[in-house]
């Protein structure tokens, strides 16, 4: 074989791969770049705080049929570990990555979480992964004639774990969410690199304490959709909520705690028909969009 035989073969193996691994590697990477220019799942996505903007697909997760849990694929180049937040402009939401499926090594590809909340940390913004709460019962006490039931809700915060977030999320700190004050009962910055889970449960609201700086948890950017109405309720209430900044949508619950007595595109008059606590979710649905939902908290009747 002449010099520049060998030359344009050793150019052909270096584009493709001198191993099995690494040509399966490389066709995989081609093929997720021509899906970012054919594919339906495709999104233009923006790293956080840098608002780089990346190619990606970004599908359902088949496993967790959730709408807000996803599963994001990417290039390695866009630098991203479990912990970070990414903009998805075509439908103006945050999203965290969860966790990185380590046996794709073609291209980087995760679960991901949709980030509706936002915390202050000293001067900071972090955009944070909330569930809950998700308890069904409620625990009642009687002495004296007289009857109460204890505090008993439990929330979930998924944050980036840094030196700031590790310093403030520590043990009996408190923080507010929409009005409510929570308790830090246990942080775990060990099952998912980068990522801090937060146990949060149910706390007293204290005026006094309240005068201090508890830092609040607040809905993300009310510039983007999102649903309008209240989000902590009691039983029997009849309550109107309306979509802002979206349009011909239509609106369902995720639970049986509650009714929808009327509805039109732009808002809804919703009945709470569960005598109990708990918490259900309002949801708006757009053809081709992700739906928008406002997470409903049932308060005790008494």
């Given at each position: 074989m002449s010099i520049d035989g060998l030359t344009n073969l050793k150019t052909r193996v270096n584009y493709i791969g001198e191993t099995s691994v690494s040509r399966l590697n490389q066709g995989k990477l081609w093929s997720l770049r021509s899906a970012f220019k054919n594919s339906y799942q495709y999104a233009k996505i923006e790293k956080l705080p840098t608002n780089k903007s990346f190619d990606s697909l970004i599908n359902p997760d088949k496993l967790k049929p959730d709408y807000d849990n996803k599963?994001?694929?990417?290039?390695?180049?866009?630098?991203?570990?479990?912990?970070?937040?990414?903009?998805?402009?075509?439908?103006?939401?945050?999203?965290?990555i969860y966790l990185q499926e380590l046996t794709e090594t073609a291209y980087f590809r995760a679960y991901i979480r949709r980030c509706r909340y936002s915390?202050?940390?000293?001067?900071?913004?972090?955009?944070?992964?909330?569930?809950?709460?998700?308890?069904?019962?409620?625990?009642w006490n009687q002495k004296a004639g007289v009857t109460w039931n204890d505090m008993n809700h439990s929330l979930v915060m998924y944050i980036k774990n840094n030196e700031e977030t590790r310093e403030f999320f520590k043990r009996f700190n408190k923080i507010k969410i929409n009005g409510q004050n929570w308790e830090i009962a246990a942080t775990d910055v060990l099952s998912v690199g980068g990522i801090i889970e937060v146990n949060l449960v149910e706390d007293f609201n204290n005026s006094l304490e309240d005068l201090q700086t508890i830092p609040e948890v607040a809905p993300i950017d009310v510039t983007l959709p999102h649903i309008s109405g209240e989000s902590i309720v009691k039983p029997f209430d009849v309550l109107t909520y309306s979509i802002v900044l979206a349009s011909d949508g239509m609106w369902s619950l995720s639970s049986d705690k509650a009714t929808i007595i009327s509805s039109n595109a732009e808002s809804a008059e919703i009945e709470i028909i569960s005598s109990k606590s708990g918490s259900f979710d309002i949801i708006y649905s757009r053809e081709?969009?992700?739906?928008?939902?406002?997470?409903?908290?049932i308060e005790s009747l008494f």
């Open positions: 599963i994001v694929s990417v290039e390695f180049a866009a630098d991203f570990e479990a912990g970070d937040v990414f903009f998805w402009p075509a439908n103006n939401t945050h999203w965290m915390v202050k940390v000293n001067d900071t913004d972090y955009y944070v992964y909330l569930r809950g709460p998700e308890e069904t019962d409620q625990r081709a969009e992700d739906d928008i939902a406002l997470t409903v908290i």
